[in-house]
């Protein structure tokens, strides 16, 4: 091997591997993928398949633990319970806004009322 293919092919492990620390470290509940650690260490997806199998191997056991971690799946769904009181306070504020909007409307008639009654 030259030492130009050995330079590319040490980049590339270097990239993927910040790439996976990058994607584990800022998103830990997401699951991380060949396809998004390519795409954030800007390697090519097929080249990773076909001549670093190895990189590719330890993308997909991380991906494997971290599913069958049980502090992921707390979290995750620790996660999901936010999401769903978030989604419940938010019907919550939409249909008081809706209840203030047309106390609104009724205020500004009752003082367009009042205001035609003083003028007569």
Do not use: W
């Amino acid at each position: 091997m030259t030492s130009k293919k050995i330079n590319e092919k040490s980049s590339i492990v270097t990239k993927v591997r910040a790439a996976i620390l990058a994607h584990v470290s800022s998103s830990p509940l997401l699951p991380i993928s060949v396809s998004a650690i390519c795409l954030n260490a800007g390697v090519n997806r097929a080249n990773l398949y076909s001549h670093h199998k190895d990189l590719v191997h330890e993308i997909l056991s991380i991906g494997v633990a971290r599913r069958t971690d049980k502090s992921y799946r707390e979290n995750k769904k620790d996660m999901l319970c936010i999401i769903q009181e978030r989604d419940e306070i938010s019907s919550r504020y939409n249909a008081l806004l809706i209840v203030c909007l047309e106390l609104q409307a009724e205020i500004k008639m009752l003082r367009a009322e009042l205001a035609t009654r003083h003028i007569r």
